[in-house]
């Protein structure tokens, strides 16, 4: 792709990305693993490209959200270990068999189903059996009274045929904002896995942080930490600020081009609804970015671009192609580049206006936004 030609492209610095991996893996333990989630196409950065590179820096684990997404990996040459995070239906074990994919299991028929599955196949099937400690959300229920009973069935899991238990986890609902519930949460985890030992069972690989616990909770490391957010150098929450020492580095920028400038009079309304009507003489550029590229439509009035140097306010509101920013006092020509979010423009700060959160603002950039790799350093 010549892109000098696009209208609006996410620039995808993946040395960026190799400095967050060392400053994540840095934090580590000897000896305790590091799996990139590279769900959602990594983020919105381009799983691919992104689960090369993490390959080549020698991490040795990658989580994805559903098979089609660890099917695409497997096509492209990847050959770590990938985790599916979510649910699998039994029909497609002899798939996951083939591709060599790890199975998240969330509850005793389903267990059973792969290990009867994965027997007619002739194979068996590696998966990491899910407890839910407090996200209410996939998993065996493991809080108070119901540990025995999670203990029993987990254990019944590990010892049917066909499966192999390599690992367990948990995610944490608030590892970000309250530590309290956090260790509420790790404590379950804990008393689970020594129910489990208590009969007989033990894990290689024993899981629960994400990027926020990885940052904030270094006990809770274990023998693997799963971080996605944090690769894409973006902290899960201000708290989060600076814990990694040398600072995380954003991978994606979004840039657009102005398409064209002009010089309006004051008094002149600006963009769909007519919101927005100038109060002085201006000079507008249009930029060829919209929702449907990613920019929400609750930017409108409230965000800015940098180009040539300063930052253009965004006038009125965000159409779905196109948006207007005042260029007033800027040197800017059409062809020109703007930066939507990234190393100038924080996307926290975007995420912070729309009422959002980063990962969704990265997630949100479409498909029909080319990615650029930059070339290495
Ligand atoms: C998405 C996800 C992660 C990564 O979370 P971040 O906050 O992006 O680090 C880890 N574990 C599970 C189960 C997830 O769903």
Known sequence: MDFSESRTWAEVDLNALAHNYRALTAMLSPGCRFLGVVKADAYGHGAVPVARRLEELGCGYLAVACLGEAAELRQA??????????????????????????????????????????????????????????????????AGPLLEGAAEEMAAACALPGLEAEGIFTHFANADGDEAYTMLQFTRFLDLLEALEQRGVRFPLRHCAASAAALKYPCTHLDMVRPGI??????????????DGPG?????????????????????????????????????????????DGLPRLASDRWQAALAGGRAPI???????????????????????????????????????????????????????????LARA
């Open 77 to 142: 040459g990847i050959s770590a270990p990938i985790l599916i995070l979510g649910r699998t239906p039994a029909e497609e074990t002899e798939r996951l068999l083939v591709l060599d994919l790890t199975q998240t299991v969330v509850d005793a028929e389903s267990a059973g189903a792969f290990s009867a599955a994965a027997r007619r196949a002739g194979g068996r099937l590696k998966v990491h059996l899910k407890a839910d400690t407090g996200m209410t959300r996939l998993g065996w229920l493991c």
């Open 230 to 243: 944090a690769l894409y150098g973006h902290y899960p929450d201000p708290s989060c600020v600076g814990l």
């Open 248 to 292: 995380l580095a954003p991978v994606m920028s979004l840039k657009t081009r102005v398409m064209s400038v002009k010089t309006v009079p004051a008094g002149t309304p600006v963009s769909y609804g007519c919101t927005r009507v100038l109060e002085r003489e201006s000079d507008l550029a249009v930029l060829a970015v919209g929702y449907a």
């Open 315 to 373: 006038l009125g509101r965000v159409c779905m192609d196109m948006c207007m920013a005042d260029v007033t006092g800027l040197d800017v020509r059409p062809g020109d580049e703007a930066e939507v979010f990234g190393r100038t423009l924080p996307a926290e700060e975007l995420a912070a206006l729309a009422g959002t959160i980063s990962y969704e603002i990265l997630c949100g950039v479409s498909r029909r936004v080319p990615r650029v790799y």
